[in-house]
């Protein structure tokens, strides 16, 4: 299994540019998340999904949009990319309940010039 | 306000011997508790989780929550110099579909 898979690895935006950043989990997991990370602040919560079809906002959700179309796929949507937003992103995933951490992908480095 | 609570480091010491990383949390309901290993440029690892008092051994790691002190540690016995990694406390909070509150995690460095 591969697990949960995001694309790009790598990616360098100039301010005011958009792009997805893509990911797909193989696990059949209910619930899916995007974090941010930046250096010493930690992980925060961007936008999390319980399901296809139903989104809500974590800490950090301005400037993100997210959708869940299917089980397996949970893109995240950059509008207007500012430099605010050069970090590296995480997607996870996990199948719910209190006994299950989450699963993460290999992360997408951001630069917004 | 929901924190998790971690000592920065760096934390430094020789190989072979115990480190012990400690956190602490906000919320007394909190009811499952996990720690990631997170090597450099990589993405975090989940390596134990724990949801009752007491001690939860797996192999040379040991997790350890007291939830009246609401504090959790983790003791990695026998370091090697490739247990160098930041180490990540998550608390779920809001109950069994709650989502993972992140510490910033505490820096080990294993010396050989």
């Known amino acids: 299994n591969a697990g949960v898979t995001q694309t790009p690895k790598f990616r360098i935006l100039k301010i005011g540019q958009s792009m997805t950043l893509q990911c797909t989990q193989d696990?059949?997991?209910?619930?899916m998340y995007w974090y941010r990370q930046d250096p010493g602040m930690g992980l925060k919560l961007i936008y999390y999904s319980v399901g296809a079809g139903i989104t809500d906002k974590g800490e950090v959700p301005n400037g993100y949009n997210v959708s869940r179309s299917t089980t397996e796929d949970f893109p995240l949507r950059l509008e207007l990319a500012a430099p605010s937003q050069t970090s590296v992103y995480f997607c996870a995933s996990t199948r719910g309940g209190a006994d299950y951490g989450y699963t993460f992908g290999s992360g997408t480095r951001l630069t917004v010039v | 306000q929901k924190e998790v609570e971690q000592n920065s480091g760096p934390l430094s010491v020789p190989e072979g011997a115990i480190a012990s990383l400690n956190c602490t949390y906000s919320?007394?309901?909190?009811?499952?508790f996990f720690w990631y290993r997170q090597y450099s440029g990589k993405s975090p690892e989940l390596i134990m989780s724990i949801y009752s008092n007491g001690d939860k051994e797996d192999g040379r790691f040991t997790a350890q929550l007291n939830k009246a002190s609401q504090y959790v540690s983790l003791l990695i016995r026998d370091s090697q110099p490739s247990d160098s990694a930041t180490y990540l406390c998550?608390?779920?909070?809001?109950?069994?579909?709650?989502?993972?509150?992140f510490g910033k995690g505490t820096k080990l460095s294993v010396k050989p």
């Open positions: 919320d007394r309901g909190s009811q499952s």
């Open positions: 998550a608390v779920r909070y809001g109950g069994s579909q709650g989502n993972l509150i």
């Open positions: 696990m059949n997991h209910n619930y």
